[in-house]
């Protein structure tokens, strides 16, 4: 018995310095190098998804828009307009690419464009200064407040 578990605490050492030693070996020379590109890709991996796509598509060139609830005064105001870049209401535009820019300081309105290929909102509840990509196409698109679609909504001529 005694001799049996004394052996068995001999191997379980050799073993762990057999480990040590390797993992300290191979370590040693490789983790400078495999550390450090391991470090600095996982980084741009997760940057470029959450935040970058706005601003990105903003700096792209894409044609700027803004997608306004309410009023510079009073973001509760029942009105609704999609701007463009010189903050004049558009009720057409030209088919293209746009980055659309969202003006809801609203807890009680939302912003929605809809219509051929495209329907983006923000969220009725808390404020959205976001930005996103839109490519319009020739028809009609609506810009609505979901929660007030019968006083919040305007056709804007895409053509
Ligand atoms: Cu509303």
């Given amino acids: 018995m005694r001799h049996s578990r004394s052996t068995a605490v001999a191997l379980a050492c050799a073993v762990a310095l057999a480990l040590a030693g390797c993992a300290s ?3 040693e020379p490789e983790s400078p190098d ?11 991996g ?3 998804s959450p935040p970058a796509t706005p601003s990105d598509v903003a700096a792209a060139g ?7 609830v309410g009023t510079d005064d009073d973001p509760e105001a029942y009105a609704i307009e999609l701007r463009d870049a010189s903050g004049t209401p558009v009720e057409s535009l030209p088919a293209g690419t746009y980055a659309l820019t969202f003006a809801d300081r609203s807890s009680m309105h939302n912003f929605r464009l809809r ?3 495209v329907d983006v909102a923000t969220d009725v509840a808390g404020s959205d200064e976001s930005t996103v990509e839109v490519t319009l196409e020739p028809g009609t698109y609506e810009i609505v ?11 804007i001529q895409v053509g």
């Fill in 25 to 27: 070996g191979s370590a």
């Fill in 34 to 44: 495999v550390g450090a590109p391991a470090a600095s890709s996982a980084a741009p």
């Fill in 46 to 48: 997760l940057d470029p």
């Fill in 62 to 68: 894409a044609t700027p828009l803004t997608g306004v």
């Fill in 115 to 117: 219509g051929p290929g």
């Fill in 145 to 155: 407040c979901d929660p007030h679609s019968g006083t919040m909504r305007a056709e």
